[in-house]
């Protein structure tokens, strides 16, 4: 069961539908400021709230292992992993869009195997063409994620869900919110585009350590 808190009932306007929306765009379109890290996104919303109960290992005498690669045997998906944190404006990072074919840890949230909620998020495509995601929603129900940290261990998590959502509507706590599961959630762009040429959905993979 997810505990709410006062910072991720603010955060319900959907906080990774802002950063999907200038983070992930048509192969046709040129954003070049919309993924760069440290770079503001056009809205600015609450992050979710960081505390030990997250999982983040900031209540314990050491820090958590790092993820640095993910690899999904089932779709060719293998890649490091960079850090994100959040802009300026309080918006999660996106990685880069030159780096498309990298995917990234959310630092604010948990790390993988750690109890709560440990976000990944990758491009389906930018500008530059196909990106790491772009397959990811041909995952299926108890696909094997892997995911190596900097200690040398590979951990693995089952898919338990996939989640199509309007970045209008994104479910903020349901992704982000506080549980003593130790669960993966991968995050990246779907559905048509807009006017600008930004995906309207984001596809969200939801996963527990198997």
């Known amino acids: 069961m997810f505990r709410t808190s006062p910072s991720l009932r603010r955060a319900a306007l959907p906080l990774l539908a802002c950063l999907f929306l ?110 790491v995601f772009h397959d990811l929603k041909k995952i299926g129900k108890g696909a094997d994620i892997a995911v190596h940290n900097d200690r040398g261990a590979e951990l693995h998590f089952r898919v338990t869900a996939t989640e199509k959502v309007s970045k209008k509507a994104f479910p903020t706590e349901k992704v982000y919110g506080a549980t003593n599961s130790r669960t993966l959630r991968l995050i990246t762009c779907d559905g048509a585009f807009d006017d600008r040429g930004h995906p309207v959905d984001n596809l969200i993979v939801y996963a527990n350590r198997s």
């Open 22 to 131: 200038a983070g992930c765009s048509s192969e046709t379109t040129d954003d070049s400021s919309a993924a760069t890290p440290g770079s503001s996104t056009t809205a600015t919303v609450d992050a979710p709230e960081q505390t030990g109960s997250t999982g983040t290992g900031k209540s314990g005498d050491s820090p958590a292992a790092a993820p640095v690669r993910i690899s999904i045997p089932s779709l060719g998906i293998d890649s490091e992993l960079m850090r994100l944190g959040l802009n300026q404006d309080g918006t999660v990072e996106v990685p880069p869009a030159e780096k498309g074919m990298t995917a990234g840890w959310y630092t604010g949230g948990a790390a993988p195997g750690e109890r709560g909620a440990a976000v990944i998020i990758g491009h389906n495509d930018t500008r530059f063409g196909k990106a």
